[in-house]
């Protein structure tokens, strides 16, 4: 093999650790989506399609889920030609289960239905080759809080937990109420007192869920208020602390920006960088996992990241996961920081998923790595298979093992 098929080869079959996504087990039953009507009714070709629907938002949401996905595969797939990153994923999946495309979406239903569910979330990973997710996990969500509440049972080394916490931060008062409920008596004012009930919250989670990390995203323009940033910092930082996990800071959303638009209508914007700058500087022993979603802090975000050694970037994130970006962001982070960063994370919320999104990813990644081990040999430095193979597994694996477990 040449040294591009090779880094190809190397890039094919190291398993991934998939360190953010909205995935969960089978045991989390209606949780665990999968099929060709989840994969279409994806947040991200819902507001596509309705680039080109006249319908009202309401009247497509309050349809049957087999409705909505004929609505997009018919204004994304048959009506016109599906280009944007999001629809050549489907036709991605498509392709790597072995499908072929008809403009009949009752075809592509029954080859579906034709897999056999006892493994097929386990099938899903393999193709992908994916040895392990990490699952976004929400005490304040009812629907999935059932299942931890009746301990439900699944393999931890293939869905590694993680807490989220955006509720408790940016919607405190709605938080409080669950707080109470769950018999943890917080004030709405956010006082000393209030603060280490929250802690103890936390707390309780962290013991429940084991977490690899407690996550939040955070908006744009945080923090808002001094209520927010004491929330984050001497409250959610603090167990952090107490549990050595990393704080998994995901920043820059516009939350429902076009709130008819569901799931779907979230924007962005950029960061005011020094409020970060603070607080990596303030706690130097926290270790942070960061990703940023608006193009414009890509910049700055790597150079903080070759600051800080607590400070691990991560992931090219939502409207960042396209080929154009993926290149840019991942070369800008090579050329700063080497390979000590994870390169990318799925957010997938289907398990197939997994699929296109990998090899989207892989496709540039390949390029990109391929380009720099060509470089050192026109230098005259040899590059083995085991080189390869090094680099790739800590950007694949150990760079997001390692730093969730160092002291
Ligand atoms: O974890 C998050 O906050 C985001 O990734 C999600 O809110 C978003 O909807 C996701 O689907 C993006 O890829
Ligand atoms: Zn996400």
């Not at 947040?43 to 596509?48: A, D, F, G, M, P």
């Not at 984050?232 to 107490?242: I, Y």
């Not at 800071?249 to 020094?274: A, C, V, W």
Request: net charge negative; hydrophobic share 40%; proline share 5%.
């Amino acid at each position: 093999m040449n040294l591009q098929e090779n880094v190809n080869d190397v890039i094919q079959k190291t398993p991934v650790l998939d360190m953010h996504t909205h995935l969960f087990p089978s045991a989390f039953h209606q949780l665990c989506l999968t099929g060709i009507d989840e994969l279409l009714t994806y947040h991200y070709l819902v507001s596509e399609a309705f680039l080109w629907l006249d319908m009202e938002y309401a009247s497509f949401f309050e349809r049957p889920k087999t409705e909505q996905a004929e609505i997009v595969w018919n204004t994304l797939f048959v009506q016109r030609s599906p280009i944007s990153e999001a629809s050549q994923g489907i036709l991605t999946v498509l392709q790597e289960l072995g499908i072929p495309f008809s403009r009949d979406l009752n075809d592509i239903r029954s080859r579906f239905a034709a897999f056999d569910h006892n493994d097929y979330p386990e099938y899903l990973m393999k193709v992908a080759n994916i040895s392990s997710i990490v699952m976004t996990n929400n005490p304040f969500d009812a629907a999935e809080r059932k299942y931890w509440d009746s301990h439900t049972t699944f393999s931890r080394e293939t869905f590694l937990p993680a807490l989220r916490v955006d509720p408790l931060i940016s919607h405190w008062t709605e938080a409080a109420i669950t707080l109470r409920n769950d018999g943890f008596p917080v004030s709405d004012t956010v006082n000393d007192q209030t603060i280490e009930t929250a802690k103890q919250y936390i707390r309780s989670w962290v013991e429940t869920m084991n977490p690899v990390y407690i996550a939040a995203s955070l908006p744009w323009d945080f923090p808002k208020s001094n209520v927010e940033s004491a929330l984050l910092e001497r409250c959610v930082l603090a167990v952090c602390q107490d549990y050595n996990l990393p704080l998994s800071l995901m920043i820059g959303t516009k939350r429902g920006l076009n709130p008819d638009l569901q799931m779907g209508g979230d924007s962005t914007g950029q960061f005011n960088f020094e409020y970060l700058e603070n607080i990596c500087m303030q706690h130097p022993n926290q270790k942070f996992l960061i990703t940023m979603l608006s193009r414009e802090n890509q910049y700055e975000l790597t150079v903080l990241a070759q600051k800080f050694r607590n400070v691990m970037v991560f992931g090219c994130w939502w409207y960042l996961n396209t080929p154009q970006f993926m290149e840019e962001i991942t070369q800008m982070r090579m050329s700063q920081l080497g390979i000590r960063f994870i390169p990318q994370h799925s957010d997938c919320r289907v398990m197939e998923q997994l699929i296109y999104k990998w090899k989207h990813f892989k496709d540039v990644f390949s390029g990109l790595l391929y380009k720099h081990y060509e470089a050192l040999e026109t230098k005259g430095i040899p590059v083995s298979r085991s080189d390869i193979e090094n680099d790739v597994y800590a950007m694949f694996q150990t760079n997001f093992r390692h730093f969730i477990t160092k002291k």
